[in-house]
Every structure is written in structure tokens, then in C-alpha cells.
């Protein structure tokens, strides 16, 4: 099941599923708050093959900084550069807003998110499609 989508009634127990799992991580880090807000920082990586589409070689989607602040994007994207200069920043996909969700909660649900110390990066690489 592709958890990068919206919970509705046919996927509603995979998303629950994964939102809990999150919850027992981010649990068992000892970094929530009586509020279940963050306290520190945290990274989740949604990692996903694309097509080449020939003028990136790596995508990061953070819904234009709805899922991610912008001091983790220039530090995640500083990184990559290593790699890579060849890497689009919410160009060819910007994420889903799903993903923005874990930070900011779901109104059509009772998931409340973690607040703005929870970062989710939608990052796509040209190779993992075909060559893992």
C-alpha cells in the first residue's frame, strides 16, 4: 500500500497503522512532551524511486515547507550536494499533503501531529526505480 495518500475508508487501517508506528518511535526517543509535541527535532525520510525525467537525479518534496522547515530543507539539500547537483526542491513533485499531516494533524481524523519540530522530506531517487 503506498502510504503517501490521503486516509480514506480503503486505506484507513494501513495509514492508522503507520501513524503508530510512528508514534511508538517517536515514543521510544523519549522526546514528546505531555502535549505529544516534539521537543527536538526529528526526520522522517519518505523514500521513493521516480522516473528519470533527465534534469534531476534527485527529488525533495516538502509541499513548498508545509512538511518540512526551510533550515532542514538547506541542510538536507547541502548534504545531497555531495552526490549530486542535480537535485529538484518541490520542482517535479512537491509531496503530498499527507505527509504534512505528521506535523500539522488531520482534520478529517483525530491525528493531532507532533508541531513543527517534526519534518517530513518526500525524497525521490531516479535510480531506486530500477536499479535496487
Not at 526529528?42 to 528519470?52: E, K
Amino acid at each position: 500500500m503506498d502510504l503517501n495518500r490521503l486516509r480514506s475508508q480503503t486505506n484507513a487501517p494501513a495509514i492508522d497503522e503507520y501513524r503508530e508506528t510512528i508514534k511508538e518511535i517517536i515514543k521510544s526517543k523519549g522526546i514528546l512532551d505531555s502535549h505529544n509535541q516534539l521537543t527536538k527535532n526529528y526526520l522522517h525520510l519518505a523514500i521513493h524511486g521516480m522516473r528519470n525525467r533527465g534534469k534531476t537525479e534527485f527529488e525533495i518534496g516538502t509541499l513548498n515547507g508545509n512538511s518540512c522547515s526551510q533550515e532542514i530543507i538547506e541542510w538536507f539539500t547541502e548534504k545531497l550536494e555531495s552526490i549530486s547537483k542535480k537535485i529538484g526542491v518541490n520542482d517535479i513533485f512537491p509531496g503530498n499533503i499527507s505527509k504534512s499531516y505528521h506535523r500539522n494533524g488531520d482534520a478529517s481524523s483525530d491525528y493531532k501531529g507532533y508541531g513543527n519540530n517534526f519534518h517530513t522530506i518526500q525524497f525521490l531517487d531516479s535510480t531506486l526505480r530500477f536499479n535496487w
